[in-house]
Nanobody, 123 residues
């Protein structure tokens, strides 16, 4: 079992940056594909970014390509989401998620979820 705890959210002006972190418990973090998802008020949860077990494969939603970067440090059991050039439409609760062996873009594939961290981008 994996427990996930996100941090790093907050209020930022449009054009600014934030770095989210997701710390995982357990000794098998490197066997989990990791993903970041977000959910804005009144909207469905959507995929943001994913990263493979070793970090060699990364995947992004079209809406964040070129602005967001996902990375992981398996020695620290942590996955990151660097968010640059933030826009008001990036405002949402951001969740990290884990699933065994692979990263996908479908939230139903992920078994473990964090509690979420709020990101608010003001115009």
């Amino acid at each position: 079992q994996v427990q996930l705890v996100e941090s790093g959210g907050g209020l930022v002006q449009a054009g600014g940056s934030l770095r989210l972190s997701c710390a995982a418990s357990g000794r098998t973090f490197s066997t989990y594909g990791m993903g970041w998802f977000r959910q804005a008020p009144g909207k469905e949860r959507e995929f943001v970014a994913g990263i493979s077990l070793g970090g060699g494969g990364t995947y992004y939603a079209d809406s964040v390509k070129g602005r967001f970067t996902i990375s992981r440090d398996n020695a620290k059991n942590t996955v990151y989401l660097q968010m640059n050039s933030l826009k008001p439409e990036d405002t949402a609760v951001y969740y990290c998620a884990a699933q065994k062996f692979r990263a996908t873009m479908t939230d139903a594939d992920y078994r473990y979820w964090g509690q979420g961290t709020q990101v608010t981008v003001s115009s």
